[in-house]
């Protein structure tokens, strides 16, 4: 590992020990990094940063000579940081600053033991699938950034009335979902708000998609898992003139009159796991699986 860059969304005086501790780790080591304009600023900001550094400010300022990119917050760091590698196929480590941590693995307390062993080699690379949507009538939105890691969700606007969204599976019709909306997570993103509606955990390299309603009128709709090939295209009837459209974090609103195709990306994320982290101690260690409150 020879060339590094940072990336966080946010500062909060909690993490000011874990970015020094990062930056000290690198330096260490003698590998090149560059630091994320906006984040950059807010570290200068509250002089956090004892010397200067070289930043970067968007996806254009990256390219394969990248050998990995720290991202420094919770999930939603993570997520964000997925818009500035796109395609690049650099890969991702994530310092866990804030709550939950499914993706953002490594903790506070274990930064430079993680980093050692990635910079010893001792790790392995999660490739995962991302899906991409294209609408009819093309939405401006999409035009770039046409992408979500973790899932992408279709949800009723501003009304206590349902919508119905009209599912094919390729070019077969499926059912009407009539619900406050639907999921179409990634294996990424099973843990996350599919979780809490119910949808299966899914391990990150299952080649699998899964719809999931949301707070569904029929008791009969239930998550669906379905093969990572299958193209979706859905329908929305609302009462109201548009409905939402969200990628990951980034909401947008359409006319209900649009029609929505969705489809696995010709490219993955890749995400790295040090040789003390594993999938199954996350969610041991995450949502309490083994836990029992008897033997405290």
Known sequence: MKKAAIYGQSYAISSEKEIKSLLKVLEENKIDFYIENKFYTLLLKYKVLENTYKSFISFNDLDSSFDIMFTIGGDGTFLRSATHIRDLDIPILGINTGRLGFLAIVNKDAIEESIALVVKGEFTIQERTLLSI???????????????????????KNTTSMIGVRTNLNGEYLTNYWADGL??????GSTGYSLSCNGPVILPDSKNIVMTPIAPHNLNARPMVISDETKIELEVDSREKSYLISLDSRVTTVPKDTKIFIEKTAFTIKSILPKNQSFLKTLRSKLLWGEDIRNK
């Open 134 to 156: 294209r609408t009819s009538p093309k939405t401006p939105d999409f035009s770039e950034l046409n992408f979500a890691l973790n899932e992408i969700t279709i949800a009723k």
């Open 183 to 188: 999921i179409i997570s990634t294996p990424t």
